[in-house]
Each structure stands twice: as C-alpha cells, then as structure tokens.
T-cell receptor, first 116, second 113 residues
Framework: DTEVTQTPKHLVMGMTNKKSLKCEQHMGHRAMYWYKQKAKKPPELMFVYSYEKLSINESVPSRFSPECPNSSLLNLHLHALQPEDSALYLC???????????????FGDGTRLSIL | DAKTTQPPSMDCAEGRAANLPCNHSTISGNEYVYWYRQIHSQGPQYIIHGLKNNETNEMASLIITEDRKSSTLILPHATLRDTAVYYCIVRVENTGTASKLTFGTGTRLQVTL
C-alpha cells in the first residue's frame, strides 16, 4: 500500500469535459509533484509545489491547472484535453530537505486517464 | 542533472543476486545517485540513494565506483516480485527547495523461476 493516495484510479472523459484528479498525503511532506507517464515511457515531471506554492512548471499546457489547497492535498484540474493527453498521472510528495539532505519522493499509484 | 545510461533489459533467476549497472560519467560532485523501481500498474518506489559511499538497506545495496562515474544496484536474492523497471537517477543535492527527478528509460528486470 502506498502512503500517497490518488483518486480516481481510472478516469474516462470527453474532450469537452472538466474533471479533477486528487492526491492526498499525511506524511507531513511540504513538497508535492505531478508527473505524466505515457505507455512504456518513463514519468515526466509536470509541476512542483513547495509549501503550497507552485515552484516548477515544466511548460505544461494551460488545459492542465494544478492547485494545492493545503499541505496535504494536491489537485490537477483538467479542461479541454486532447486524446494525446491520455496517460498515467502520478502524484508524489517529499520532505523539502531544508537541512540540505536529499529526500526521496514517495509516489502514489496514479490515475489512468483516457480521453475520448 | 547528469544523464544516466542503463541497459534496456536484464534477466535474473529467482534466488540469485540481480546486479543492475548504471553509467553516469558526467556526474558532478554534489549530485546523488538515486534508484527507483516501478512494478507494473504501480507508481515508482524509492529503493536507495548515495553520494560516494556504498549504501545498504533492507531492499538493496548500492555500490558506487571511486570515480563516481558508475554504480550498481544489487538485489541480493531476487524474487518474482522484484520484476520491474529500475530507474537510476542522478540529482543535485537539495538545499531547501523541492527539486525534480528526471527519469531515464530504465532497465526492465525480469526475474524467472
């Protein structure tokens, strides 16, 4: 079982729909991440939040809108997605490593998204 | 972050040690070597990391060469549940900011009976 919980596990949506992916952790981590993983490819970073503020956006299209309402939750709002956006969306969290030590990221099992 | 090179696939018999190599010849002095694995239909799982000394935990051992240009992840007694894609990642030391992981293509380890 993973300590990072993602819901839903599967999502099918049309190109005109609006939906949200949710991620929750209760490990006290103050850094949270969204990754996208296409089939048979490695995960690719999309966004990083540090202390509930967006710190990295890897030039992600605006149809993906992240939100971090508090230190335990991370959302990814989806609107007007394209078929090529079908992928596994992974959430991760970590301590921020304020004392200079590297901190591993803990991943959820992802939401498998299919765009019709 | 430095780039890593791993063999695309490896096989290992159950019960034997699995030795997964990784080349990171352009690694900088402040970059750590991380290993993650991804079992089918799951998210990546952290295994181990190190800077220059060899490291061991309950899952695996990490051997880093003296010049730090390569490393080997060792699973001492592989089981069928260790079948996964193993990613070697080099990452700059975190000094108070959230930093990213850049995944390479990894090694697909198949453990067989």
């Amino acid at each position: 079982d993973t300590e990072v919980t993602q819901t839903p596990k599967h999502l099918v949506m049309g190109m005109t729909n609006k939906k949200s992916l949710k991620c929750e952790q209760h490990m006290g981590h103050r850094a949270m991440y969204w990754y996208k993983q296409k089939a048979k490819k490695p995960p690719e970073l999309m966004f990083v939040y540090s202390y509930e503020k967006l710190s990295i956006n890897e030039s992600v299209p605006s149809r993906f809108s992240p939100e971090c309402p508090n230190s335990s939750l991370l959302n990814l709002h989806l609107h007007a997605l394209q078929p090529e956006d079908s992928a596994l969306y992974l959430c991760a969290s970590s301590h921020r490593g304020d004392r200079g030590s590297n901190q591993p990221q803990h991943f959820g099992d992802g939401t498998r998204l299919s765009i019709l | 972050d430095a780039k890593t090179t791993q063999p695309p696939s490896m096989d290992c018999a159950e019960g034997r040690a699995a030795n997964l190599p990784c080349n990171h010849s352009t690694i900088s002095g402040n970059e750590y070597v991380y290993w993650y694995r991804q079992i089918h239909s799951q998210g990546p799982q952290y295994i181990i990391h190190g800077l220059k000394n060899n490291e061991t935990n309950e899952m695996a051992s990490l051997i880093i060469t003296e010049d730090r240009k390569s490393s080997t992840l060792i699973l001492p007694h592989a089981t069928l549940r260790d079948t996964a894609v193993y990613y070697c990642i080099v990452r700059v030391e975190n000094t108070g900011t959230a930093s990213k992981l850049t995944f390479g293509t990894g090694t697909r380890l198949q453990v067989t009976l």
